[in-house]
């Protein structure tokens, strides 16, 4: 049993590694976006609209930037150039956070930062797809999730203490968030290695024409509709923290709800992805959408501890469940040549999303209450498991 096992579930190394990055990575991102909205509305006395449209631009930004680094990594053939130039300019971004000393600042930051996630996020999952046999893509892209979400509570918990050691000095935090930015940039030029592609003669069509259009099938941009009307539903995290803030936490403790939802995306998001590779994959992905549903209506609720802790986990066992699962199913519904497009089309339509999602629920807080925004997030997500139910695969 034990070797022919190994083999069938043995993940490529590449994905290990890039998986690391993206924890380094995403432990100094998530330092600094932990403590980023309570930093903009205590200290630079910025408005729930302000964090709103600043986080869904910058998300957004993300999103839709991918779609340009997706089709070039398809079209010059190769991949780790451009995701080294995407962490670069994250990691060159971060000093900006503890400089600021204005929304500017903050917005610029974040705009460049996401410029920068926009750039390496579909060619790290194309890279991803192109090392990773076919059976064993759902737990591939689930590893690199569970990675990424360690590194995304770890990233609280060192904020946390730094907090509470350096009494609530969100700069000096913010100046530490540096260090593993620039160890995830130096571990990926040194650790990755892109796959040597046959010399081809083949002039390669530019992607985004008619002909590269028509070859993405039907079920592609199915899927595409889905993750675009499931991130409707899914506003910026930076409402969970604004949403912790109102139960009373102290302001070094408030980060403890990114721990809490990232330690249940990284313990499920593996288990998941390697249940995505046996199990229907479209009924998977409805099941998911339920945690979201359950978390919105809990966080609309009330504020108090309990429904707070409710709700995260929910919305960590969301993100486990659909995340990785989304992107296996864009890599198994596009041909090999168009993957990074794929991802980048894909990403487009989550991007415009993002920014709707985000603005939306900044207006709907300041003008109707934190409930109100809850309660939309629940109909968007309730829209999105119908729009599932009406088509089987």
Known sequence: MSDSLTKKIRIPSTVWMLGCVSLLMDISSEMVHALLPLFMVTVLAASATTVGLIEGVAEATALIVKIFSGVLSD??????????CGYGMAALTKPLFALASGTGWIFTA??????????????????????????????A????????????????????????????????????????????????????REPVRPA??????FP???????????????????GAALTLARFSEAFLILRAHQSGLGLAWIPLVLVAMNVVYAA?????GILADRLSRPALLAAGIVPLIGADLLLAHSAALPWLAGGVILWGLHMAA????????????????????????????????MLIASVLAGLLWDHYGAAMTFYSGALFAALSFLLLLMRRH
């Open 200 to 205: 081809s003669s083949v002039v390669r069509p």
């Open 268 to 272: 499920c998001a593996y288990p998941l």
């Open 110 to 139: 974040r705009f460049i930062d996401r410029i920068g996630k926009g750039i390496r996020g579909a060619p790290r999952d194309a890279l991803i797809a192109d090392v990773t046999p076919k059976h064993l893509q759902g737990a």
């Open 322 to 353: 659909t995340q990785g699962l989304l992107a296996a199913m864009v890599a198994a519904s596009a041909p090999e040549h168009l993957r990074g497009t794929a991802f980048g089309l894909y990403s487009l339509a989550s991007g415009g999303a």
């Open 208 to 226: 985004i024409s008619r002909a590269g259009l028509r070859a993405l099938p039907a079920y592609y941009w199915w899927v595409v509709s889905v």
């Open 75 to 84: 079209y010059v053939g190769k991949r780790k150039p451009l995701a080294v």
């Open 141 to 192: 892209f689930g590893l690199r999730q569970s990675l990424d979400s360690i590194g995304a509570f770890l990233g609280p918990l060192l904020a946390i203490a730094l907090m509470l050691l350096w009494q609530n000095d969100f700069r000096a935090v913010f100046w530490v968030a540096v260090i593993p930015a620039f160890l995830a940039l130096a571990l990926l030029i040194v650790g990755v």
